[in-house]
């Protein structure tokens, strides 16, 4: 998709004699205009390409054209396991989630239309365990590194074989296995190029998730106000009276940082600390939104 921004980059940098390009996947042609001419491959997959039952692919019928109330059973099905809901719009990600939030699970969205801390902060939340569920475009097919995600959802289905690739390649992951999951209604066909699948059955009521026992605070200050983890950590564990344990994932941007802290304990901390400095500044400190 940057084809001309890299032939850019490539042609203003004439005095470069080696290049390096590195790819997950092996699918497209090495562009003309990178100059290869001796080339050395390193391929690290094994020759059969996945080992066999990392990934299994199944499918549940829906039988609404909507198929909000399938996807609904499905996660109740699947339990508090961390999983991808990938729709193919904008729109259809915020009503989906928003839909999902009405039936009691708790989930955040993601798409190329929110703003940079907004799409920081939901990552940062499914990534900590705050929400073990990311509704999302295909923003989140590629480049996304988040360990241990269980699952994958198509609630709609890819656009093109590429598209279920790289969607796919969210789970199974550096040795784990997974599962994608395909949500057809009475009205769609499976892509020709998925074949002998197993079916879901989603018989009678399934309890709704356990909830994430994680919060995330937070913290408008980043590395620009010089302000680390370990500064993150001292704070909070001397003025907010935590411990080690209670203390989660840390991520500090530029000018912000995420902060996961035991769910129980985040309304005694904001308390305690809601006077104090960090780095001798006061700072905004607040459930992140």
């Known amino acids: 998709g940057f084809t001309e921004e890299m032939s850019f980059i490539t042609g203003s940098l004439q005095h470069i004699n080696k290049r390096i390009l590195t790819s997950a996947t092996y699918a497209v042609p090495i562009p003309d205009f990178i100059g290869i001419t001796d080339c050395i491959k ?5 020759e059969t390409g996945l080992t066999p039952g990392m990934l299994d692919i199944k499918t549940v019928f829906s039988a609404d054209k909507d ?19 990938f729709c193919n719009h904008r729109e259809s990600v915020e009503r989906t989630s928003n839909l999902l939030t009405d039936k009691g699970i708790l989930n955040v969205f993601y798409h190329g239309g929110m703003e940079q801390q907004e799409r920081d902060s ?43 690739t790289h969607r796919n390649g969210r789970t199974a992951r550096m040795g784990a296995s997974g599962t994608a ?30 909830k994430p026992k994680w919060s995330t605070i937070f913290i408008a200050a980043g590395k620009k106000d010089k302000v680390n983890k370990i500064d ?16 989660g994932l840390i991520e500090v941007k530029d000018f912000f940082s995420f902060v996961a802290i035991k769910k129980i304990k985040v309304g005694a901390v904001l308390e305690l600390i809601k006077n104090e400095k960090i780095k001798n500044k006061k700072v905004k400190i607040e459930i992140a939104r």
């Open 42 to 46: 390193l391929n690290f997959l094994s």
């Open 67 to 85: 198929k909000l109330d399938a996807l609904f059973r499905l996660l109740c099905y699947l339990g508090n396991r961390s999983t991808v809901v």
């Open 122 to 164: 939901a990552l940062c939340k499914f990534r900590n365990g705050t929400s073990n569920i990311l509704v999302t475009t295909d923003l989140a097919s590629r480049g996304l590194d988040i360990p241990n995600i269980r699952y994958i959802i198509h609630y709609h289905l890819p656009a093109t074989e590429d598209v279920f």
């Open 181 to 210: 999951i395909l949500i057809l209604s009475a009205e769609e066909k499976l892509p020709e190029y998925i074949v002998d699948v197993e079916n879901i059955e989603l018989e009678g009521a399934y309890p709704l998730p356990e």
């Open 232 to 247: 993150i950590v001292g704070f909070l564990s001397k003025k907010g009276e935590l411990k080690q344990e209670d203390i």
